[in-house]
């Protein structure tokens, strides 16, 4: 696997690109303790607060963009994507603008545990992933990554500590474009109010909303009585 | 379209259902400026942090959330679906122990701009969503809710304000039960590593990931060349 860095021609997997975007200036500090602006212990108070516990995935996300940072150009606004639902968007959402209200995170779950920062408007960007090759060092964890133990036969306090102590050094990098697909939201133009439900739905959708095309979503369905008008 | 309220025989949409679930205690409280534990303008501080700005969605959200826990049986533990990826989630992660990385909160995009909290051993829950009928007394809220206006014609004070004013006021509350499609989630039970992108994946979903079995997510891609070793 051939790859070459910043304005060559790059192979890689067999194919030469020519990415001129590589020629963007590398601001890549060092790798430091510090989850962006937290110190371990202060993030990981932040993902019990939000995440509900201190999920290792989240963990080890944050380092994941905290290395993303690093090589992200300072200029332009970005956008991310990840490729499992599993952990990864809490990081994101906390350490980021982007989440999934505000639309500029998205989730493609395709079952890796990657995270892209992209610009919005090149698509060009910076992908981190977890290496499985360098995971060896990291038994605790390499059982974690790969579900080698049960949820009862982990350590949790050893996975904590070897995710302090690795930080982002299991991860790899890439850079990419996004694809279109991907990059382009839905756009709701206008609104209209569906025949079956009485709901209001994306006119584009059809005569009736999605869900009442056919998408179910409830077994059951009984309306409450509400007296409260405005 | 008829609707009884508390363990009677239910008609509605013409069927005939006997829902013992309604016979659950309501415990439903009066409605009240505060959202859940915030007052509207700590609401406003706390959407601005997380989601980048006040938007009108999340704060009409913090007001659905806040309505369906009036509704909710206080036993048990609860997951939540949003039926659109816009603003709605991110009232729900800011209010709810349900996030997106933690599985608790699941989006089926089908365009309506509704929530439901429902009880994740059973899926019996509380749907919550925005009557059209109701915004006919909020002239800005249905200009914003059916995209009447561009964001430009649009009077962002006036919209809070009417949002503040009118709180639940414009929803509609159901009581539902959860399709078991949308209550089980992925379990991924072993991991492999992909023959192409030498990534990890779970092992059910082929011989190679997702990805590179055709869910193309990157036009380009070049793997920087990272010395970091664990």
Request: aromatic residues 10%; positive net charge; proline residues 4%.
């Amino acid at each position: 696997m051939a790859a070459v860095k910043n304005g060559s021609i790059i192979c890689w997997r067999g194919i030469p690109l020519y990415l001129t975007f590589l020629a963007m200036k590398n601001t890549k500090k060092e790798p430091s303790e510090k989850i962006l602006s937290y110190t371990f212990e202060e993030f990981v108070d932040r993902v019990k607060s939000f995440h509900g516990f201190e999920a290792i995935g989240v963990m080890v996300g944050g380092f994941m963009v905290d290395l993303a940072y690093r090589y992200l150009s300072t200029k332009g606004l970005f956008d991310a994507v990840c490729e499992t639902p599993k952990c990864l968007p809490d990081a994101v959402q906390l350490l980021t603008p982007c989440t999934i209200g505000n639309g500029w995170l998205t989730v493609v779950d395709v079952g890796r545990f990657a995270l892209t920062l992209y610009d919005k408007e090149t698509g060009v960007g910076v992908r981190v992933f977890v290496d499985p090759v360098k995971l060896e060092a990291w038994p605790e964890l390499k059982a974690w990554f790969l579900k080698l133990k049960t949820k009862k036969e982990q350590d949790s306090d050893r996975m904590l500590d070897e995710v302090r102590r690795v930080g982002a050094g299991i991860c790899g990098v890439e850079h990419v474009k996004v694809v279109d697909r991907i990059r382009q939201k839905r756009h709701r133009d206008g609104f209209a109010i569906c025949l079956v439900c009485k709901e209001a739905y994306p006119a584009t959708d059809g005569p009736r909303c999605l869900a009442c095309q056919g998408e179910r979503l409830y077994e059951t369905v009984a309306r409450e009585v509400t007296d409260r008008q405005p």
